[in-house]
């Protein structure tokens, strides 16, 4: 079986999609399929080429198996809503140009832009193949959330596309339960709705003894870390984090923020205007790095602005956290609160409560045994989203879309 996967994000980007598709194509691949990723010139966050690339229109790699194919889109940096569908609208179009020449049984676009969508719908209406919506965001009522588009008729239009291709595709694989109920109810079949939830890949994050040259490097030894990996994006609430920290009375709790991203300057100098001590800013990590700075931190900070559309999210880093026994401090409701509540994995505060937010801090740095049992909590959370498992799943929903088109010709 030969699978076509279009994707905006792939390593050596490390953000969550990037990761999830990696993974997975590599359990696929094991299992016997052909892939074929189309993605972009490694970019993100920060709308900058990596080095060692350049944005060319058309370049092929094979890396452990996967055929890789990079193909020109519109760069810039990552600030103005305009400049960023640019981005996406322009890889849509050279995704959809290249992908409609490669040989392919079936075809998968993941979200959270949906533009790559509009690809896998054109090529799988001119190749007659069918198609996967990997939903990964409710996007774009996700950029309505965040004040990245203003109410009116361009966001109305896109969320009529958005409803039309739902309807179109083969099967839709979301990231969570509750993004399967708010599709069927606004009437997608619920046959074709395959939940495939994040994970963590448990043989590369595990448990390991802290760092303790890392820690000197970064003047952390014997501080309670609590540590933010990440994108540091206009949804993750983490100007408020930052205002809160100002009210944090203790100088063994430190909080470690590693990443890039749109909001990234905005809340560095909001650090230095508070004066704060107790908090450290690193750029972007590779992803075979971010095992090592997890090792040393103590607490997994998870949180989003506050939301209902947040509700119905769950993010990753709380399955790579676990993975490694560390709790996470949560600030986001719903969904991923019932998981980590469920497991005993961390504790969760209100998003956006400052008062909660800082007794849930001092909650977790002081209560030896309560912390304890949380990191058993993790071990059994972890296993549970084993993303092997997760991606043989997956697998075999692509397999039986497949065998019942092949079945009908």
């Not at 519109?74 to 305009?82: D, K, Q, S, T, V």
């Not at 909590?377 to 397999?399: D, T």
């Amino acid at each position: 079986m030969k699978i076509l996967f279009i994707t905006d994000n792939f390593p050596p980007e490390v953000n969550a999609p990037a990761t999830r598709t990696y993974e997975h194509c590599r359990e696929w691949i094991q299992s016997g399929a052909e892939i074929t990723i189309i993605t972009c010139t490694p970019n993100f966050p920060n709308g900058k080429v990596y080095q060692g690339y350049k944005n060319k229109l058309y370049q092929k790699e094979i890396h452990e198996g996967i055929t890789i194919i990079r193909v020109w889109s519109y760069i810039a940096p990552n600030n103005g809503f305009i400049k960023r569908v640019l981005d996406y609208f322009s890889f849509s179009i050279m995704a959809f140009l290249v992908g409609v020449f490669q040989k392919h049984d079936i075809i998968i676009a993941t979200s959270p832009q949906f533009f790559t969508t509009w690809s896998a719908w054109g090529i799988s209406k001119i190749r007659s193949k069918p198609w996967i919506f990997e939903l990964r965001d409710l996007w774009p009522e996700s950029i309505r959330t965040v004040g990245a588009m203003k109410e009116g008729i361009a966001l109305r239009l896109l969320e009529k596309i958005e409803l039309a291709l739902y309807h179109d595709a083969n099967y839709i694989i979301p990231v969570t339960n509750a993004f399967k109920e708010n599709l069927i109810k606004r009437g997608v079949d619920a046959e074709k709705i395959k939940v495939i939830t994040n994970g963590a890949n448990i043989k590369y994050f595990f448990m390991r003894k802290k760092e303790q040259q890392l820690l000197k490097e970064l003047n952390l030894t014997n501080k309670f870390v609590f540590g933010y990996i990440g994108t540091h994006g206009m949804a993750h609430s983490l100007d408020f984090i930052v205002q809160s920290i100002a009210k944090i009375d203790s100088d063994s709790i430190h909080f470690l923020f590693i990443g890039d991203g749109s909001m990234k300057s905005t809340i560095i100098e909001l650090a230095s205007k508070l004066s704060l001590k107790n908090i450290t800013f690193l750029d972007s990590i590779p992803k075979e790095e971010v095992p090592r700075y997890l090792s040393i931190i103590d607490v997994s900070l998870a949180p989003l602005i506050k939301s209902d559309t947040f509700k119905t999210v769950i993010p990753s880093k709380i399955f790579e956290a676990s993975a490694m026994q560390k709790p996470t401090l949560l600030g986001v409701e719903g969904e991923a609160q019932k998981i980590l509540e469920h497991y005993h994995a961390g504790l969760c505060f209100k998003p956006e409560e400052e008062d909660d937010f800082i007794s849930k801090v001092y909650r977790l740095a002081k209560d030896k045994e309560a912390y304890s049992r949380y990191q058993k909590g993790c071990s059994a959370l972890a296993q549970a989203y084993n993303r092997q498992l997760l991606a043989k799943q997956m697998l075999q929903h692509i397999e039986t879309l497949y065998q019942e088109k092949t079945n009908l010709t």
